[in-house]
Nanobody, 119 residues
Framework: QVELAESGGGLVEPGGSLRLSCAASGSIFMVWAMSWYRQVPGKQRELVATVTSGGTANYADSMKGRFTISEITQNTMYLQMNTLKPEDTAVYYC??????????????WGQGALVIVSA
């Protein structure tokens, strides 16, 4: 069994910063990639950023220069969010491609972390 645990959401003023964390635990053989998605009620979930086990990072255009995804270290990854805007308000979900100890590769989702950017 594999689980993803997210933390770090909350309320922040426009222009402020937050750091989200995502930790994978359980019967893990390899974490191949981890990503952050976000979703606003009534809208589709959108990709924020992805990092591979080799450290290659990719970002959605609207997040480039403001958000930084860390490398995967000890099955944990972080998303540093700077210069936050009200339109960044959303539930942020961690996603991971994990191969377990039985060599099954499965996509996992975290429970979501609410980020509210408001004065």
């Amino acid at each position: 069994q594999v689980e993803l645990a997210e933390s770090g959401g909350g309320l922040v003023e426009p222009g402020g910063s937050l750091r989200l964390s995502c930790a994978a635990s359980g019967s893990i053989f390899m974490v191949w990639a981890m990503s952050w998605y976000r979703q606003v009620p009534g809208k589709q979930r959108e990709l924020v950023a992805t990092v591979t086990s080799g450290g290659t990072a990719n970002y959605a255009d609207s997040m480039k220069g403001r958000f930084t995804i860390s490398e995967i270290t000890q099955n944990t990854m972080y998303l540093q969010m700077n210069t936050l805007k009200p339109e960044d308000t959303a539930v942020y979900y961690c996603n991971a491609d994990i191969e377990d100890t039985d060599q099954y590769s499965i996509e996992y989702w975290g429970q979501g972390a609410l980020v509210i950017v408001s004065a």
